[in-house]
């Protein structure tokens, strides 16, 4: 069984940082291709940030370019996601994905985690 387990989120004032964490346990991680989703409250999900599974590839949506990072660190099944100059239109929980299926990860993920909320105040 795949768990995938964020933490690091909460309550931040606008231009603060916050670094997501995604464990994840079970197959081998590298053969996942993980990534962030975010769903704000009466929004649908959207893709914030993508990595392949062994790297570097890395793809970001539009409205978060230039001010998150993600990142995985194979060797402790780990996905990170650092979100620098955050803004109010940030705040929604974020959820870490993985896929083993495909090279990318999208919105049908094989698994998906429980997520974490950031709120980030004007």
């Known amino acids: 069984q795949v768990q995938l387990v964020e933490s690091g989120g909460g309550l931040v004032q606008a231009g603060g940082s916050l670094r997501l964490s995604c464990a994840v346990s079970?197959?081998?991680?590298?053969?996942?291709?993980m990534g962030w989703f975010r769903q704000a409250p009466g929004k649908e999900r959207e893709s914030v940030a993508d990595?392949?599974?062994?790297?570097?590839?890395?793809y970001y949506a539009d409205y978060v370019k230039d001010r998150f990072t993600i990142s995985r660190d194979n060797a402790k099944n780990t996905v990170y996601l650092q979100m620098n100059s955050l803004k109010p239109e940030d705040t929604a929980v974020y959820y870490c994905?993985?896929?083993?299926?495909?090279?990318?990860?999208?919105?049908?993920?094989?698994?998906w985690g429980q997520g974490t909320q950031v709120t980030v105040s004007s």
């Open positions: 079970g197959r081998t991680f590298s053969s996942y291709a």
């Open positions: 994905a993985a896929d083993s299926r495909y090279i990318r990860v999208g919105s049908h993920a094989e698994y």
């Open positions: 990595i392949l599974r062994n790297g570097p590839r890395i």
